[in-house]
């Protein structure tokens, strides 16, 4: 077992279902730090049974938390930002040692996370329908936006705390219950939160139950208890939720993989670009769905800004997520995760890529990938159109300004791109025709949490954070009123 550079009780985290610890009944599976390859605590998984307690706990609660005004959902959703500020150094520190994110990121997203709770307290307080009126004759008609039921959440392994907060916050929010699943490679900050807020709301209303996508994945998925799945993670694993699903005909909200195009136009400049592509490519190891992944650089600044973005991906600080030090990228978040990375690099190479930094595993113990940066990509090879969802990007040169944007639309993905250029025409074109959930202009990266995130195409439907994922998480009905 790991000695935390941190005191903490690992024994203290454990499943929560109906407001009290629930011992789970299936398989104890190791917690590993990716940054040593440790144990860092052994967990009892939960089985489908133990998944089905924890819905029926979540149903139950539903029937009064529906009910349940806007003003007091807002109040739970304060107290858990509450408990998340209050406790950020511990989260911060858990989810460094769990996913191998540097201590500074973390500390920002256990911040974010907290941020997304107020503004889903704020949101809860504005859901509407739209006003009554008089659309037939002799009839008014209104609308309600309720709840759904209870809500399958299905998180990931590389956010796992700020994708704790979308879901859960817009769950919430809604007048859903929920029965939240973090992924069995990562699950120490929800749980750790789930501890945090056991009786923040009625009991029932928030269940967290630790296990596999075998076990507890599959549960929610069939369970016709349960209103909506909304699952973070691979594109196949969500077809796969999205077919199975389809028994039950329940509602299913998939934020999956992306391959982000980034444009950059001759008339950007190449240093600056390369400082955001710096944090864009590389930021969380990679290990982001809206990570800057292949970029089209017009051949008056190509080269300029492969050397920058070289000498920037050689310089990063790349090292023990636990120090305190200026330690830029950790390793990425799981062993296997490691070798994935390194064969798709392999398999670039083979197919006629060139490194022009990075390609390797760093020397030692612990899951680190070199931050990489290839050329010679073209949009055919297997890495162009697959995501690689490690420290890797591809850079490439390109002479048209009115194709490049049908070779970065050229991709099965679609959440997220950027354009860099001076020219507003330019900018507003591009965010007319690139088909991404989100386009940014002049950077990579930045987000808000009244602003939605999610995909188009392969990156699969529905919003995180905003008012359209509130929405997501309701339905709409009709009420129709003869009048006289
Ligand atoms: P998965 O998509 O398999 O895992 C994501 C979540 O889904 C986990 O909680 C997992 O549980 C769960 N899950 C897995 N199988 C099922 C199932 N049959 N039914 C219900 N839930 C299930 O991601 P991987 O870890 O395998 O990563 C594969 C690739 O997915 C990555 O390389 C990356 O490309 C992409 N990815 C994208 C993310 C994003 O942000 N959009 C996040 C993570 C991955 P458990 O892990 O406990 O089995």
């Known amino acids: 077992m790991i000695t935390p550079p941190f005191t903490f009780d690992f024994d203290s985290l454990r499943s929560v279902v109906d407001g009290a610890f629930a011992d789970m009944s299936g398989d104890k599976l190791a917690v590993l730090a990716p940054a040593t390859g440790e144990t860092i605590v052994e967990l009892a998984s939960a ?84 006003a009554a009126a008089e659309y037939a004759d002799g009839y008014t008609s209104l609308i309600r936006r309720e709840p759904i039921g209870v809500a399958g959440l299905i998180s990931a392994w590389n956010y796992p705390l700020m994708i704790t907060a979308w879901k859960l916050g817009a769950s919430l929010a809604a007048g859903n219950t929920v029965v939240l699943k973090p992924a069995s490679q990562t699950p120490l900050t929800a749980l750790r939160l789930a501890a945090l807020i056991r009786d923040v709301a009625p009991a029932g209303v928030i269940n967290t139950v630790f296990g596999s996508g075998s076990q507890v994945g599959n549960a929610l998925v069939d369970s016709p208890e349960v209103g909506i799945v909304s699952m973070t993670g691979g594109t196949a694993t969500g077809k796969r939720i999205a077919a199975r699903a389809a028994d039950t005909l329940k509602h299913v909200h998939l934020e999956l993989g992306g391959k982000a195009p980034v ?98 595993a760093l020397a030692g113990c612990g899951a680190f990938v070199e931050p990489t940066v290839l050329t010679g990509v073209g949009n055919d090879h297997h890495l162009a159109r697959t995501e690689v969802f490690g420290p890797v990007v591809d850079i490439q040169p ?87």
């Open 263 to 360: 444009i950059v136009f001759g008339d950007a400049d190449p240093v600056a670009t390369a400082e955001i592509l710096k944090v864009g490519s590389f930021w969380n190891s990679g290990q982001d769905c809206g990570a800057a992944a292949r970029v089209f650089a017009h051949r008056s600044v190509y080269d300029r800004l492969l050397e920058e973005l070289v000498g920037r991906a050689e310089s990063l600080s790349v090292g023990d997520p636990m120090a305190d030090d200026g330690v830029e990228m950790g390793p990425v978040a799981y062993e296997a995760r490691q070798g994935e990375v390194l064969d798709l690099v392999n398999r670039a190479v083979e197919e006629g890529a060139e490194v022009a930094t990075g390609g390797r």
């Open 47 to 130: 089985t489908s049974a133990d998944t089905h307690a924890a819905i029926d706990a979540a149903r139950r609660a539903f029937s009064t938390w529906r009910s349940a005004t806007p003003a007091r959902r807002a109040e739970v959703l304060l107290d858990i930002a509450a408990a998340i500020d209050a406790d950020a150094a511990c989260l911060s520190h858990l989810e460094s040692l769990n996913v191998g994110k540097p201590l500074v990121a973390s500390a920002e997203e256990v911040a974010g996370a907290a941020d997304c709770f107020r503004y889903f307290a704020g949101a809860a307080r504005n859901l509407e329908g739209k």
């Open 398 to 484: 390109f002479d048209d300004d009115t194709d490049v944007f049908a070779l970065a639309n050229d991709t099965p993905y679609g959440l997220a791109s950027s354009v860099f250029t001076r020219n507003i025409d330019t900018a507003m074109t591009a965010s007319r025709v690139l088909e991404t959930g989100t386009v940014w202009i002049n950077d990579h990266m930045p987000m808000a949490a009244e602003m939605p995130w999610g995909g188009f195409k392969a990156s699969g439907y529905g919003k995180d954070q905003s008012m359209y994922s509130l929405e997501d998480y309701t339905r709409v009905k009709h009420v129709m009123i003869r009048l006289g």
